[in-house]
C-alpha cells in the first residue's frame, strides 16, 4: 500500500488502469464493430474506393449549391475536413508509427491498414448519425456530436454527458497538455528554445484561436492542416525517390513480417505475429480515433446536408491520416534504414529524414511535427468546446478557452508522462458510450450510394 501512495506507484498503477483500458478487449470490441458496419455498407470502403475519392477530395472546393447553403452558417468542406484531420493526425501519425515499428516491426504497419479500412466503416457510421441528429442555431451553425446523436437517437441524456465529460477531459489533456509538450520537446532539442518562451507563445496562440470559438479554429485549421501535410508529403516523397530501389523490399518486409514468414525462419513466429497484430491495431486506432466519436462533433458542423456524404467524408478523414501520411511515415523509415539504429521514436524519425535530405530536413521535420502537434491542438479545442458547451451552455464557453489555454501553457513547461497516461484512460473509455450509441443507432446506417 504504501509503494502505492508513492509518486512511482501512483504512476505505474494509472500504466495498468491505461493498459486495462486500451487492452485487446476494447481493440477487440472496436475491431468487431467495425466489421460489423463493413458488413452493413457492403464492404464500400474496398469495393468502392474511386466513388469514396470522386465523391469526396473531387470535391474538396466545392460548395453546397446556393439554394441549399443559403443562410448556413455550416464549415466548408474544406473547413470541415481541415479541423478533423487537425484532431487526429497529430504527431502520432509521425514518432507514433516510428513506436509502433520500433515494437511490432514492419508487419504492424500492415494490421495498421487492416485496422484503418475496417475503421473506415466505424468512421462513416460517426459521420451519417451526426448530420443527421444535430441542431441548428439561429444564426445558422450547427452542433452536435457524439453526445447529441446518443441523446437525440437513443434518448439517454446521462450517457451523453458522460462522454461528454471524458471527450472535454481528454480534450485537456492527450489533446493539449500532450501535444503543446510535444511543442516545447523539439523546440527546446532542435533550436535551443526554452520552454518558458515556447509555452508563452503556445499560451498567447491557443488562447487566440479558441477564445474565438469553433469558426476560428476551424480558419486556422483549413490554413495549417493543408500546408503541413503538403510539406510532409514532399518531404516524403524526396526520401521515397532518392530511396526508390529499397521500396519495393520495404512492402515485402511489411507483408512477410504481418503474415510470420520473417519470424518464422528465426524461431519466433507466435510471438512475432501476435506483437505485429496488437501493436498495429493498437496504433492504426490511436492514429486514425475511428470508432471513438471525437471528430463527430466537427462533421456536426459541415454546411453538407447529405448524412451519407458526410459519412463518406469520414472515410476519407481516416484513409488520408492512416493509408496516406501514416504510410509514407514507415516507408521512409524502413527505406532509410534508421530502424535498425535504434533510439527514440523521435531520433528514428530524424535520422530516416536526414539520411536522404541532409541535416538540414532534420529542422523541417521538427516544423512538421511541431505544425502537426499545433493543428492537434486547433481541432481539440473544437471539440472540446462542443462537449464543455453541451454539458454547461453556451454562456460557459469563455471558461473553457481560458482553461484550453492554461492547459497549454502547462503542458509545454511539465512532464506530463501521468497526464498522457490519464488522458489515454478517458480516451478509451469514450469508446463504450459511443460504440452503443453508433450499434444501436445503426438502423439508420444504409450504404451509401455508389454513383
Known sequence: MKGILTGEGMNEAIERISGLVWGMPTVALIICVSIYFTIKIRFFQVLHLPTLFKRTFLTLFKREEAQDRKGSGGFSRLRTVSTSLAATIGTGSITGVAAALSVGGPGAIFWMWVSAFLGMAAAYAEGVLSVKYRKRLANGEYKGGAMYYIEMGLGKKRLAKLYAFLCVLTSFGMGNMAQSNAVSETA?????????????????????????????????????????????????????????????????????SAFGLKQAAGGFLGYGIKEAVSTGFK??????????????????????????????????????????????????????????????????????????????????????????????????SCIGESAFEYLFGEKTKCVYHAAFALCALSGALLSLETVWNISDIFNGLMVFPNLLGIVLLSGNIKPPPKG
Do not use: Y
Not at 337 to 363: C, H, N, P, R, T
Open 188 to 256: 527546446q532539442n532542435v533550436f535551443s528554445l526554452s520552454p518558458a518562451l515556447t509555452g508563452a507563445v503556445i499560451f498567447a496562440a491557443v488562447w487566440f484561436i479558441a477564445s474565438g470559438g469553433a469558426s476560428r479554429a476551424g480558419k486556422a485549421a483549413e490554413i495549417t492542416v493543408p500546408i503541413v501535410a503538403v510539406l510532409f508529403l514532399i518531404c516524403s516523397l524526396a526520401v521515397l525517390i532518392i530511396n526508390r530501389h529499397e521500396v519495393l523490399n520495404c512492402f515485402a518486409e511489411i507483408f512477410g
Open 283 to 380: 496504433r492504426g486506432i490511436f492514429s486514425n480515433e475511428a470508432g471513438l466519436g471525437t471528430t463527430a462533433s466537427v462533421h456536426a458542423k459541415t454546411e453538407v446536408r447529405d448524412p451519407s456524404v458526410q459519412g463518406l467524408w469520414g472515410m476519407f478523414e481516416v484513409f488520408a491520416d492512416t493509408m496516406v501520411i501514416s504510410t509514407l511515415t514507415a516507408l521512409v523509415i524502413l527505406s532509410s534504414g534508421a530502424l535498425q539504429a535504434g533510439g527514440d521514436a523521435a531520433k528514428i524519425v530524424s535520422e530516416a529524414f536526414s539520411s536522404g535530405l541532409g541535416k538540414a530536413s532534420g529542422a523541417v521535420i521538427s516544423v512538421s511535427i511541431i505544425m502537426f502537434a499545433f493543428a492537434t491542438i486547433i481541432g481539440w
